[in-house]
């Protein structure tokens, strides 16, 4: 079945370093693949996305890199800030023909004042 | 506020028990998802309806059940509870059938005693 891998799961950084959360998808036909951010207590948040027809995409201190071939995606956070501290899930979905959402086990990141 | 509201915030109960828990989607969105949480796990994909049609199922327990209504409010039914059903459950709703952000609600905190 589909599947989501996502490493690390726990991951602990200085403030001001960069965080990098890599993930591996098994299904070919995804073409949907977003991040979201759970802070403790709280719901998942989508914080940035990128689809198969692009191969990076950034928003501020986030970005996001695919490479469809090796079915990879990875996301990247820059000048990182204890409020970044939380649990990121990645994802992965198509728009046609079977809408499962499937996410990764999640990387706790922990940033250091 | 993502605008998803789910229904009770809390729940207790005792093994063997039916709960019903109760979603209401963002104005507009006409899919739904419904997802399981475990105590520090990460987001198990149940169910997805769109339009009031079952459009794809995940890991959902035999003893599981949901459907939309034609007001595209969603209940998710859960019966002959067992404890390893405690648990977060989230629905998010999402204005695509799929590949687009999904919105989460608040959860419901189920406790099977």
């Known amino acids: 079945g589909e599947n989501v891998e996502q490493h690390p799961s726990t991951l602990s950084v200085q403030e001001g370093d960069s965080a990098v959360i890599k993930c591996t998808y098994s299904d070919s036909a995804s073409n949907y693949f977003p991040w979201y951010k759970q802070e403790l207590g709280k719901r998942p948040q989508l914080i940035i996305d990128?689809?198969?027809?692009?191969g990076e995409k950034k928003d501020q201190r986030i970005a996001v890199t695919l490479n469809k071939t090796a079915k990879h995606f990875s996301l990247h956070i820059t000048e990182t800030q204890p409020e970044d501290s939380a649990v990121y899930f990645c994802a992965a979905s198509r728009d046609t023909g079977g809408f499962k959402t499937i996410f990764g086990a999640g990387t706790r990141l922990f940033v250091k004042a | 506020d993502s605008g998803v509201t789910q229904t009770p915030k809390h729940l207790i109960t005792a093994t063997g028990q039916r709960v019903t828990l109760r979603c209401s989607p963002r104005s507009g969105d006409l899919s739904v998802y419904w997802y399981q949480q475990s105590l520090d796990q990460g987001l198990q994909f149940l169910i997805h309806?769109?339009?009031?049609?079952?459009?794809a199922k995940g890991n959902i327990l035999e003893r599981f059940s949901a459907q939309q209504f034609p007001d595209l409010h969603s209940e998710l039914n859960l019966s002959s509870l067992e404890l390893g059903d405690s648990a977060l459950y989230f629905c998010?709703?999402?204005?695509?059938?799929?590949?687009?952000?999904?919105?989460f609600g608040p959860g419901t905190r189920l406790t099977v005693t």
């Open positions: 998010a709703s999402s204005p695509k059938m799929g590949g687009a952000e999904q919105y």
């Open positions: 309806y769109y339009n009031g049609e079952e459009r």
């Open positions: 990128i689809r198969s027809n692009v």
